[in-house]
């Protein structure tokens, strides 16, 4: 089988690649990335020379690309995670997100039409996409499957059109397809512009906390290679047409949280207790901002199996672990135009 991973040079898509590549040695898998801000070749040096594995360097919005890349590689399968990621930089640039998720997701769709000629067996569109898409939650309740989308930023929005068109092309045109809808996700290979690693390069540096308003929201967090193990799961046995939601069902409030990093900082950087702590600093408001994430994933817990693996204890410390052996690829990362994009968003 030739499988198409997009973004795979990314957080979550490098650890779906790593597990593709040394699970299934009669596999090919292409990783199709365009190396974006948030793209790293850095993630994958250890699969990189795999002989099942081939790194392409491209833009899922340029159509005459995608075409032909479809009609030189004829994908059986497709693991679509390729988006702008980021909510805040969808607030200050919509349409960049507009033209990845929404209208780069189409151009996959079309590309994965046209080269099977609607004779689809055997193959599969597999969409990676968020809870964001179901909006924000009050203090109770969970998103199932069945929740209606009310996404609030224009990063839940384009999902939330991906996540439509998806289905669209399988109920108009019989495309097998599948979506997963995943709760906020922390591990190694984060970019620092999301709170975690954001939180953990601060800290590093004695830098200020940025909590967004009094920090009362809550997401729900999973380790991404749980999240990396459901996504495996959910290509290989879940049901075309079907949504699997994938959470942790594991909430924090952003504040909490917080807390917990900086007490596992402080005794990992051997400082005194309490001494990260003290860098939390309360600032202005996302706008739009979500009060709460929750998922319900019994369905895939009943379906397929699966359960989160990680305690949120322990992965938040193989986190920590990661980015303190790992301060080459931070400092890499967050040089040239990570500096103007945190001087633009925090000061
Ligand atoms: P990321 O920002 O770390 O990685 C995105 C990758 O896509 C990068 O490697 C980037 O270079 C690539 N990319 C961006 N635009 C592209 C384009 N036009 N053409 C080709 N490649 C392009 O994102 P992530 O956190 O790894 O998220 C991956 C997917 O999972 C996204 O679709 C996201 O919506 C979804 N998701 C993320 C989370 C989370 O907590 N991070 C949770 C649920 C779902
Ligand atoms: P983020 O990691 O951006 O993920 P998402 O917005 O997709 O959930 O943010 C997680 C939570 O942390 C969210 O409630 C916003 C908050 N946050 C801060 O308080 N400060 C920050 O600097 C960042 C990046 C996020």
């Known amino acids: 089988m030739n499988i198409l991973v997009t973004g795979g040079a990314g957080f979550i898509g490098s650890h779906v690649v790593r597990r593709l590549v040394n699970t299934y040695p009669n596999y090919h898998i292409f990783n199709l990335d365009a190396l974006t801000y948030a793209g790293n070749l850095e993630n994958l040096t250890d699969v990189e020379s795999a002989s099942n594995y081939t790194f392409i360097k491209g833009d899922i919005t340029d159509v005459d690309f995608i075409d032909a890349l479809f009609v030189e590689h004829k994908f059986d399968g497709v693991i679509h995670l390729a988006a702008e990621s980021h909510v805040d930089r969808s607030i200050t640039d919509p349409m960049a997100f507009v033209k990845t998720n929404v209208m780069g997701t189409v151009h996959l769709l079309n590309a994965f039409k046209s080269v099977w000629q609607d004779n689809y067996k055997g193959k599969r569109f597999y969409h990676v996409s968020t809870d ?21 930023s224009p990063y839940s929005a384009s999902k939330a059109s991906s996540d439509h068109f998806v289905r669209a092309y399988g109920e108009t045109y019989g495309m097998p397809y599948v979506i997963s809808n995943c709760s906020n996700n922390y591990g190694p290979n984060h970019f620092p512009e999301k709170l975690i690693p954001l939180f953990i390069n601060n800290i590093i540096q004695n830098k200020p906390l940025p909590v967004y308003g009094d920090g009362n929201y809550t997401r729900d967090w999973l380790f991404v290679e749980d999240h990396a193990r459901a996504i495996d799961l959910v290509f290989h046995d879940g049901n075309n047409g079907e949504t699997y939601n994938i959470g942790g069902f594991n909430e924090w409030t952003n504040l909490n949280l917080v807390k917990l990093l900086c007490q596992q900082m402080d005794e990992k950087l051997g400082r005194p207790t ?25 369905k895939i817990n009943k379906e397929l199996g699966w359960k989160p693996s990680v305690t949120f204890e322990e992965g938040l410390a193989k986190t920590i672990d990661w980015y303190l052996e790992n301060e080459e690829w931070l400092s890499s990362v967050t040089s040239g135009a990570y500096q103007a994009y945190y001087k633009k968003q925090y000061q």
């Open 274 to 298: 309490g001494e990260s702590e003290k860098l939390i600093t309360y600032v202005k408001d996302r706008p739009g901002h979500d009060l709460r994430y929750a998922i319900d994933s019994t």
């Open 132 to 152: 964001e898409v179901y909006g924000s939650l009050g203090k109770t309740g969970l998103f199932t499957e069945t929740t209606s989308y009310d996404p609030n």
